[in-house]
């Protein structure tokens, strides 16, 4: 949940810096505040609830890619940037690649070397340990190896023990 938006101009606007809709609205109409990240223009919108900071966020299956509709949350990025931190520490200098389409996937974070490619996946939404299987085999097809970082409802132990085995 990001605190921060932009304006199409650039400007970066702060929701802690606002009490309620109507106060942000009169300053920056409906419609004309854009996500925070700078690779994606899509419309955001202030959310405020009880005991929980003013957040922007925007609508589910809002960000159009040149590969579909796609789901965008904070948890996601916060997952890939996990991942791909890792890679640079594990792999030093190789090259890390986000969003990578991979025969008929499109794959969170891909490290390159020499000798193996490697093609990391935050999942963070339930999936079944049937179709872990089917991704993997898949991403492994293409001729990379694949690691899995589940996170939320994805999280189980059941998939864990799937994770370990693999």
Known sequence: MPLTARTTTGERVCSLMFKNH???????????LISPYPDCDAPVYIRFRKNCLPHFYHPPFTIKTEYGFTPFSV????????????FRQTYRGEKI?????????????????????????????????DQ?????????????YPIWML????????????CAAN
């Open 151 to 162: 996170m939320g409802q994805a999280d189980t132990k059941i998939n864990r023990a799937w």
């Open 22 to 32: 109507a106060e942000l609205y009169q300053k920056h109409p409906k419609g004309t």
């Open 132 to 144: 872990l299987d089917a991704r993997s085999a898949d991403i492994m097809a293409m001729g990379f």
């Open 75 to 86: 948890e996601h990025e916060l997952g890939k940037l996990y991942l791909s931190n890792n």
């Open 97 to 129: 690649r986000y969003e990578v389409p991979i025969g008929n996937r499109i794959v969170d974070v891909v490290c390159g070397m020499e000798t193996i490619q490697i093609a990391g996946e935050v999942q963070l939404s339930p999936i079944t340990t």
